[in-house]
């Protein structure tokens, strides 16, 4: 198959419409459109359905989509690879990863694997879980770090644990040092979370729900940062992984308050990948840094490493 007509296919896959192709391909729609004429002759079934708004992936198109983006990805690789070979340069990794990942762990993962290979580069794109998978899915980022609430379709699961959430308040905060304490307790102070959009929002409403019990949190927010830092300043608790708060809790930011209802809390903290996509050394080596450190005592949760506040 020629590359070309992949190229020109995936194109109008991405936007919708040969014109807006053939624009951003710098061709004529004419060329465009024989393109995907010949690839539909050639495997003799529509690859597009072509709506008054645009054209849209029939599920023959989708298959062949998938296998394009695997294609033009690895054909980038190849060449990056051989390029490899005669110059210090070892590549781009492209991160997806949600809030709470961006706010430490990745970069902390990033600075200690630069250490060994200062040559390598990244690239964080910070978005929502589910859109985390859909850009492992289109190959617009190599390595996905998240929190799932469900089995994903249509990526490769590298490494998958599943994490409670914990309460985290201010050090001096009045809950700290009595024991474990009930939600119920917990929400006799002001609470501060992440939006709907966030998992650890979600399996918190379902809790809640499921009890009777009513969240109003005095903030919510789309930066977990911004949460850490009311936090911080006893403005509110807030609920969050270990991974994605462990930092400041090492450097006594935040403390933990460990509640009875953790366990109900739980979300799969997952590394993805495309689906059949043979992935560059590099990008391997830093997923299994990455899950090296993850499989570490009292990584992913302060009770295996004597890191309770």
Not at 37 to 54: D, I, N, V
Not at 116 to 138: M, S, W, Y
Not at 141 to 156: A, H, K, M, Q, Y
Not at 166 to 184: E, K, Y
Request: contains cysteine; glycine residues 6%; hydrophobic residues 45%.
């Amino acid at each position: 198959m020629h590359r070309s007509a992949l190229r020109y296919f995936l194109e109008v896959a991405r936007t919708g419409s040969i014109s807006a192709a053939a624009e951003r391909l710098r061709v004529a729609a004419s060329a465009v459109s024989r393109q995907m004429a010949k690839l539909e002759q050639e495997y003799e079934t529509p690859l597009f359905e072509r709506r008054s708004r645009g054209m849209v992936l029939t599920h023959a198109g989708r298959l062949l989509a998938s296998y394009a983006q695997r294609a033009s990805l690895e054909s980038d690789q190849i060449q990056k690879e051989i390029r490899e070979l005669k110059s210090a340069t070892r590549g781009l990794i492209r991160l997806g990863v949600t809030e709470g990942l961006a706010v430490s762990f990745v970069p902390e993962m990033i600075y200690a694997f630069r250490k060994e290979r200062p040559h390598v580069l990244f690239d964080i794109k910070v978005v929502g879980p589910a859109n985390v998978v859909t850009c492992v899915q289109e190959g617009e980022v190599d390595v996905g770090i998240t929190f799932s609430l469900s089995p994903e379709g249509g990526v490769r699961i590298q490494w998958q644990r599943a994490m409670p959430a914990f309460a985290l308040a201010s050090v001096d905060h009045p809950l700290i040092g009595r024991g474990r304490v009930s939600i119920a307790e917990l929400f006799e102070y002001p609470v501060a979370i992440m939006d709907d959009a966030a998992t650890v929002r979600q399996v918190l409403d379902i809790y809640c729900a499921s009890k009777g019990i009513s969240l109003e949190p005095v903030v919510s927010s789309t930066n977990i940062a911004s949460l850490f830092t009311l936090c911080q300043l006893g403005g509110a608790i807030t609920f969050s992984t270990y991974i994605s708060a462990r930092r400041a809790v090492r450097d006594r930011h935040l403390a933990i308050v460990p509640f009875e209802e953790a366990s109900f809390l739980e979300r799969n903290m997952q590394i993805q990948t495309m689906l059949g996509r043979t992935l560059p050394q590099t990008t391997r080596d830093f997923i299994s840094f990455l899950t090296a450190e993850l499989e570490t005592p009292g990584a992913t949760h302060p009770l295996a490493g004597g890191d309770v506040n």
